[in-house]
């Protein structure tokens, strides 16, 4: 009964090689979040969507893209990952406007390692 | 913009006793405050949270208070338990938009 649907769940790169991940949801939201959570940290939010609007945060590199074809998907791509992009990325979605606002359901996560 | 703190990072307790986590806040706009659960290798889940216009929400061993002139919210978990062992993530909304910003998270460990 998985809701929200990350790919894969472990990833392993070389460094400079490009990575995409992938985030499915079967809840009909029409946000979709993908944060950054290195070990011991916060997550820390990259982008969203809002339905087909993207957000980007302030401070997320350039190296950092993401893609969203349709309500169900959407693609975290790291165009040339650095030793210091090595992390666990989480997708999360939400429904807004109502009272399900900012009620993030997050995937399992997919956990990177750049060697 | 918002800034999250967690106090204290990590937090013992005896089985059977209470945790309390505090959380501070500084932007007055944040209107939504929820609490994750995390345990080792598993993805964040929602347990609790409340909203501005609320000053407290219980649901069975957890609540959470609010105190919004303080701007500070706090996670209360009674008769801790062994499975209650986990890293806590409080958030708080953003101004103007569906975003959350996350405190650095608290380790409670419950000793059997």
């Known amino acids: 009964d998985a809701m929200v649907i990350q790919n894969p769940r472990y990833q392993v790169t070389q460094f400079g090689k490009p990575v995409t991940l992938s985030c499915s949801q079967t809840?009909?939201?029409?946000?979709m979040y993908w944060y950054q959570q290195k070990s011991s940290q916060a997550p820390k939010l990259l982008f969203h969507?809002?339905?087909?609007?993207?957000?980007n945060e302030a401070d997320t590199p350039d190296n950092f893209q993401s893609r969203r074809p349709n309500t169900s998907f959407c693609f975290l791509d790291i165009r040339s990952p650095g030793l210091g992009d090595a992390a666990m990325y989480l997708c999360?979605?939400?429904?807004?406007?109502?009272?399900?606002?900012?009620?993030?359901?997050f995937g399992a996560g997919s956990r990177l390692t750049v060697l | 913009g918002e800034n999250v703190e967690q106090h204290p990072s990590t937090l013992s307790v005896q089985e059977g006793d209470s945790a309390v986590i505090k959380c501070t806040y500084s932007?007055?706009?944040?209107?939504?405050f929820p609490w994750y659960k995390q345990e080792l290798g598993k993805r964040p889940q929602l347990i609790i949270d409340?909203?501005?216009?609320?000053g407290e929400k219980k649901d069975q061993r957890i609540a959470v208070t609010l105190n919004k002139t303080a701007k500070h919210f706090s996670l209360h978990i009674t008769e801790t338990q062994p499975e209650d062992s986990a890293v806590y993530f409080c958030?708080?909304?953003?101004?103007?938009?569906?975003?959350?910003?996350f405190g650095k998270g608290n380790q409670v460990v419950v000793i059997p």
């Open positions: 999360a979605t939400s429904r807004v406007p109502g009272s399900g606002a900012n009620v993030l359901t």
């Open positions: 809840l009909n939201h029409n946000v």
């Open positions: 969507y809002y339905d087909k609007d993207f957000n």
């Open positions: 932007d007055s706009a944040s209107n939504y």
């Open positions: 409340i909203r501005s216009n609320v």
């Open positions: 958030a708080a909304s953003l101004r103007g938009n569906n975003r959350l910003a």
